[in-house]
């Protein structure tokens, strides 16, 4: 059974950081291509950052570049998001979600919330 939990969400500051992490349980971790979305209040999910199965590869969306950083340990089975110079919207409901190789299923972990102050 894949299981994805999120955690390190919680309150910082205009200009300050967060660490989210994602272990994955159930699942060959290697094998899975891992991503963060988010959802803020009243709008719809989008995405944020992508990494390929070995790290190699990461892809980001424009609103975050250069203040976020995604990366992953396989051998934790962990996926990392380094928020940096965060700001008020970068408030949101953040995903940890993976799709292993050769599938088109996506699986998700329930989110944890990141609130950003002025």
């Known amino acids: 059974q894949v299981q994805l939990v999120e955690s390190g969400g919680g309150l910082a500051q205009t200009g300050g950081s967060l660490r989210l992490s994602c272990v994955a349980s159930?699942?060959?971790?290697?094998?899975?291509?891992m991503a963060w979305f988010r959802q803020a209040p009243g709008k719809e999910g989008e995405f944020v950052a992508t990494?390929?199965?070995?790290?190699?590869?990461?892809s980001y969306a424009d609103s975050v570049k250069g203040r976020f950083t995604i990366s992953r340990d396989n051998a934790k089975n962990t996926l990392y998001l380094q928020m940096n110079t965060l700001k008020p919207e970068d408030t949101a409901v953040y995903y940890c979600?993976?799709?292993?190789?050769?599938?088109?299923?996506?699986?998700w972990g329930q989110g944890t919330q990141v609130t950003v102050s002025d």
């Open positions: 159930g699942v060959t971790f290697s094998r899975y291509s």
């Open positions: 990494i390929s199965l070995i790290g190699a590869n990461t």
């Open positions: 979600t993976g799709v292993p190789f050769g599938s088109s299923q996506r699986f």
